[in-house]
């Protein structure tokens, strides 16, 4: 195209644009250096602060110029400054009359824009064509709200008169029975809400866009808080559209409504959504006891429902001896799960029928009793024709992870995180970024599980909330972990100190297994053996009983096979086995046989080891897959079976360098000169291609950040980014950094880059 004529590229709003398109941008642009190529960003000053780094990056560059829109627009929209406007208006007398109207309103509708200006239809229309005509006002006209350079229209105006202005057009509007939603924009920007006929429209208005347009919805019940904070309808009606924006702040309306009322009914209604905030903020515990406190209430909201057949989550299948000299665990108190409730109606605002299927599959899934069941629950709840907010399709989506069914839960997490956005429910997005990045992790899909990490911890950093996400910082340490980065492992995990996170079943045992598997890393297999054991003993104090939540009994066999204690060794893989057969998918009948067959001896171990091979194989686990035929290879060679060793040794090699897997690829190729076979050059293993620990550190090298950066950006240390840049400069034949964007296509997935399945590009 640029060979053919100039090329102008807008992009409107760019700073909503992600990291990776931004850097694309960047890589576009210095590339064509010199070409007829023009790329117009456009900003508004009110959300610069939301804008990525990049874009701030980008903006600073010597290759872009950086120019106040309404500095090119106001000679033609001032009237002051149009040097004929006086000779024009003096021809038409009813022009700026006809204009200011239809500034405020942000319509040229003849229609209403007469009834505004108090002028007949057929001068409006002629007086539109000629300010149209002459530049006076834009076409299109700016959406209502949006600051525009035709606002100074109004400038001649004082206050009072702008005021009364603006209420005569928003009684206008409503006259003309316009949509609630466009008037009360009208009042929230301009006008003083004042006239009982005023509140009653914002009322309607936040009751239409409730469920389309929550933050619409929020903006105007904010309005009508800050008019009467004493109405407690309205302070619950903003709790409930704020539930997927702030829950922390839905929390507050929701404790200050029920102090202050004597309804018990109200109480009754109010007490569900506060309990479901407790639940998303951390504030309660979500062991399966809490949550079938939270059926309990459900059905207390909405009377007794018919028995539903199902099954309840039996006794702890086994229980965790405490060892000697290991610290007391502080687990999270479980109590005794309670029969749920079948489909009921809304209560306050919530629709029930979705959030009692999810919880009840949540809970079924954490007690680990039936896979059958609690996937039967979460499709129906990600099925239904209402959501039951993003805590209950999250929770969905998490119980298909655990069932083997990750392509389904990422599918669902992809849209929820696309309609989050869509939504504008910062919270939501957030959340279902977090459970993205961990089933990503599950399946071995490094670097876009790190990309939704990241992205989820930005988010929860420019809003305040790092004590409501830790899960992002959790499952980024483990990816870390496998991409053999102990030190930017340990530098993830650290800010997480000083948070108590044992009420929050996820993040407390997956924080206590990633500091056990940092331990083991760093050499110290007895601390980390004592962090394992810890993390079960919790686990099983909370009702917790499903073996693939939480693999800390496969990490205390392996430790333990380390340490020679063989026949506790033993004990936990029959643990696991015992976990396996409660929850019997793929997956756990692959891990409980990599267990097993790691704390075997001889030809039992090879036989377990196949059999763990074949079943991990057959499921989306390929880290542990990777595990089972490195431990195959090795059980293989220390029988002396060197050439059946060098194929499963090979095939964990390859399975290892596709996911990024380097430490296990390291052990492979170790294994594999051992067993006879030729570990090829790094060249020749990647056939040039980057890995995926190297290649988010090329990305960022060739948009221009310095080493410091990319170690702050990708929570590596200084040493390690020179280390990889070393590798990318022989992978890819270039002398440095400068030759690096050449070498990169423009559609490479940057570190950052947020794109899923079911999300806009």
């Not at 005569?168 to 301009?190: F, G, I, S, Y």
């Not at 903003?238 to 109480?267: F, K, N, Q, S, Y």
């Not at 309990?275 to 009377?303: I, S």
């Not at 687990?331 to 409730?341: I, K, L, T």
Request: aromatic fraction near 4%.
């Amino acid at each position: 195209m640029l060979a053919d004529a100039p090329l102008v590229l807008t992009i409107v709003d760019a700073h909503w644009c992600d990291d990776g398109t931004l850097r694309w941008i960047d890589q576009l642009m210095r590339r064509t250096a010199g070409r007829p190529l023009t790329v117009l960003m456009t900003s508004s000053h009110s959300d610069l602060a939301a804008a990525d780094a990049t874009f701030h990056e980008i903006v600073a560059r010597d290759y872009c110029t950086v120019t106040d829109a309404a500095e090119l627009l106001a000679v033609d929209t001032d009237p002051a400054r149009g040097a004929d406007l006086d000779d024009l208006v003096a021809h038409e007398p009813y022009l700026l009359r006809v204009a200011r109207a239809a500034s405020v309103l942000r319509s040229t509708d003849a229609d209403i824009v007469g009834a505004l200006a108090r002028l007949p239809t057929r001068q409006v229309t002629k007086a539109l064509r000629t300010a149209r005509a002459v530049g006076v006002l834009p076409d299109p006209m700016p959406p209502m709200g949006v600051p525009h350079p035709v606002d100074d229209l109004l400038s001649d105006l004082s206050g009072a008169e702008r005021q009364r202005t603006y209420a005569q057009a928003a009684e206008v509007l409503n006259d003309a029975a316009r949509p609630a939603e466009e008037v009360a924009d009208l009042l929230l920007a301009h006008s003083c809400v004042d006239r009982p006929w005023m509140v009653s429209l914002l009322k309607e208005a936040a009751a239409a866009s409730r469920h389309h347009d929550p933050a619409a919805a929020v903006r105007y019940l904010s309005r009508l808080n800050r008019i009467d904070p004493d109405d407690l309808d309205t302070s619950v009606d903003l709790a409930m559209a704020l539930l997927d924006i702030d829950p922390v702040t839905a929390r507050g309306h929701l404790e200050w409504a029920l102090l202050r009322t004597t309804d018990p009914r109200a109480t009754t209604r109010w007490v569900l959504p506060l309990r479901l905030t407790a639940l998303m903020t951390h504030e309660e515990p979500d062991t399966p006891a809490a949550l079938g406190e939270v059926l309990r209430q459900l059905r207390g909201v909405t009377g007794p429902a018919a028995p539903t057949g199902r099954s309840e989550p039996g006794a702890p299948a086994s229980s965790v001896p405490a060892r000697g000299g290991f610290p007391a665990p502080e687990p999270v108190r479980a109590g005794h799960p309670e029969h749920s409730a079948g489909r009921v109606p809304s209560a306050a605002g919530i629709s029930s029928g979705p959030l009692v299927l999810a919880t009840r599959a949540i809970r079924t899934a954490l007690a680990g009793c039936s896979p059958r069941e609690a996937t039967a629950d979460a499709h129906r709840a990600l099925q239904a024709e209402r959501p039951g907010g993003s805590w209950a399709t999250v929770s969905a989506a998490q119980v298909l992870g655990l069932a083997d069914q990750t392509e389904t839960a990422l599918d669902h997490l992809g849209r929820a995180i696309a309609d989050s956005d869509r939504r504008e429910e910062v919270w939501a997005e957030c959340h279902a970024r977090s459970a993205r990045a961990w089933v990503l992790l599950q399946t071995g899909e490094l670097t876009e599980s790190a990309a939704q990490a990241r992205a989820a911890i930005r988010t929860a950093r420019s809003h305040g909330w790092p004590t409501q996400t830790p899960l992002p910082l959790i499952t980024l340490a483990l990816t870390l972990l496998s991409q053999g980065e102990p030190d930017a492992a340990e530098s993830a995990l650290r800010e997480l100190d000083g948070r108590r996170l044992d009420s929050a079943v996820w993040e407390h045992h997956h924080r206590l297994l990633a500091e056990a598997l940092l331990l083991r890393a760093r050499g110290r297999p007895e601390q980390a053996l004592e962090r394992l054991e810890h993390c079960g003993a919790s686990l099983a104090a909370a009702g917790v009983e499903n073996p693939v939540f939480n693999t800390w009994w496969l990490a205390s066999t392996e430790v333990l096979t380390q340490l020679g204690h063989t026949s506790a060794a033993v004990e936990r893989a029959e643990l696991g086995a015992r976990l396996a057969a409660r929850w019997p998918t793929e997956r756990a009948r692959g891990l409980s046989l990599l267990a097993r067959g790691t704390a075997a001896l001889g030809q039992d171990r090879v036989e377990l080891l196949t059999e763990a091979v074949r079943a991990l194989a057959g499921c989306p686990d390929r880290i542990h897959h990777t595990v089972a035929e490195l431990r195959l290879g090795q059980a293989l060679l220390k029988l002396g079976d060197k050439k059946s060793a060098r194929a499963r040794l090979h095939s964990a090699r390859t399975l290892a360098s596709q996911h990024g897997f380097v430490l296990l690829g390291h052990r492979a190729r170790a294994t594999l000169g051992m067993a006879g076979g030729r570990a090829p050059s790094a060249d020749q293993r990647s056939g040039g291609a980057l890995s995926s620990a190297e290649h988010p550190v090329a990305v960022l090298a060739a948009a221009g950040a310095s080493n410091r950066d990319i170690a702050a950006e990708l929570y590596l240390s200084l040493r390690t980014v020179e280390f990889h840049l070393t590798n990318v400069y022989r992978k890819l034949g270039v002398p440095g950094r400068a030759e690096l964007a050449e070498r990169l296509e423009p559609g490479d997935p940057p570190l950052t880059s947020c794109r899923t399945s079911g999300e806009a590009p």
